[in-house]
C-alpha cells in the first residue's frame, strides 16, 4: 500500500513538473511581428496576455493571463466584492466592435493579498477562470517576474491598457488596447518624489520625469513587462499615481517579483512560468539621495 502510495506521489510531481516547464515554453511569447497617456494603438497578438476585467457587463480594470486558468490583477479592483458580475475578456483588440479573437470566461474564484491594505501596499490580486482556456497567437500567458529580480533604474518598460488616454479623457472608439515604453525609476528617488515613505519594497516605479507618457485610470491591475532575450516578463502590476501623466510622478505599481512564493501557494496546478529577470552592472538608484532619505 505505502508503495502504491509512493509511485502515485512520484507521477503526481511528475506531471506538476511537466506542467510548469510547458508554462515556461509558452509563456511570454508573441506574434512574430505583431493609449495609454502618451501612447499608442498596439497591434492585434502583440500582448496576448492583456485581459478586460469587466463588471456587470462593461471594462472596470485590466489584468494579465498568467496560466489557463488563472489571472493576475490588483487587490485594489476587486477587493470586498465577489465573483458574481465579474467576467474576463481574453484575446481582445477593443472593446467596443467585434473582436474575432476574443474569448470570454466567468470568475470563479477571487483572492486579494491579505496584507492590501489602503496606502496601496501588496496590490495584487488572483483571479480564477471558470474554466480553462486554449492557448493560441492571440490569447497566452506571460512570464512572471520570479523571487530576487532585479529591474535597475531605466529598464525599459512597457505597460498596456484600455484606461483614460488624459486625466479625463476616455480613450475614442472603438477603444482599440494602447501600449506605452516607460523606463523604471530606482525606489530611492520614486520615495523621494511621492514623499518618504511612501513607496514601499513591494512595489516598482516607471515613468517620465518630463511627464507625458503614463498608465491611468481604466489601467489599473494591468501589466508592466520588460523583454529578457525573447520573452516578456512581467515586472509590475498597475496600482497608483497621482494624476496621470504629471512631471516628476511615475507611475506606481505592484511589485510581482515579491509575490512568487504567494501565488504559488494558491496555484496548486497551472503554475505560471517564473523567470528570473537580471538587470546588468550597478543601479543607479542604489546611490540616489534626497533630504530625509535615510542613506543605503
Not at 497617456?37 to 494579465?64: M, Y
Not at 508592466?224 to 525573447?230: A, E, I, L, T
Request: aromatic content about 8%; overall charge negative.
Amino acid at each position: 500500500m505505502a508503495l502504491r502510495k509512493m509511485i502515485h506521489l512520484l507521477v503526481l510531481v511528475s506531471l506538476l513538473s511537466a506542467e510548469s516547464k510547458a508554462q515556461l515554453e509558452v509563456c511570454g511569447t508573441t506574434l512574430p511581428n505583431p493609449r495609454i497617456v502618451g501612447g499608442e494603438d498596439a497591434a492585434p497578438g502583440s500582448w496576448p496576455w492583456q485581459v478586460s476585467l469587466q463588471r456587470n457587463g462593461s471594462h472596470f480594470c485590466g489584468g494579465s493571463l498568467i496560466s489557463k486558468e488563472w489571472v493576475m490583477s490588483a487587490a485594489h479592483c476587486l477587493y470586498g466584492t465577489t465573483t458574481k458580475g465579474w467576467q474576463v475578456s481574453l484575446g481582445s483588440q477593443n472593446l467596443q466592435g467585434e473582436n474575432p479573437n476574443e474569448v470570454s470566461r466567468g470568475v470563479a474564484t477571487i483572492i486579494t493579498h491579505p496584507d492590501y491594505d489602503n496606502s496601496f501596499n501588496n496590490d495584487i490580486a488572483l483571479l480564477q477562470l471558470s474554466s480553462p482556456v486554449e492557448f493560441t497567437d492571440y490569447i497566452r500567458p506571460v512570464c512572471v517576474a520570479a523571487s530576487g529580480s532585479v529591474f535597475n533604474n531605466g529598464t525599459e518598460s512597457w505597460v498596456t491598457g484600455w484606461g483614460k488616454i488624459k486625466e479625463g479623457e476616455s480613450l475614442p472608439s472603438p477603444e482599440t488596447l494602447q501600449e506605452v515604453t516607460v523606463p523604471v525609476i530606482g525606489n530611492r528617488q520614486c520615495d523621494c518624489l511621492y514623499g518618504v515613505g511612501t513607496i514601499t519594497d513591494n512595489m516598482i516605479c516607471a515613468g517620465v520625469l518630463a511627464g507625458g507618457k503614463d498608465s491611468c485610470w481604466g489601467d489599473s491591475g494591468g501589466p508592466m513587462m520588460s523583454k529578457q532575450g525573447s520573452v516578456w516578463v512581467q515586472s509590475g502590476i498597475v496600482s497608483f499615481g497621482r494624476g496621470c501623466a504629471q512631471p516628476n510622478l511615475p507611475g506606481v505599481y505592484a511589485r510581482v517579483s515579491r509575490y512568487q512564493s504567494w501565488i504559488s501557494s494558491h496555484i496548486s496546478s497551472d503554475k505560471p512560468g517564473f523567470v528570473q529577470f537580471a538587470s546588468s552592472g550597478v543601479d543607479p538608484d542604489s546611490s540616489y539621495t534626497c533630504p530625509d532619505l535615510p542613506s543605503t
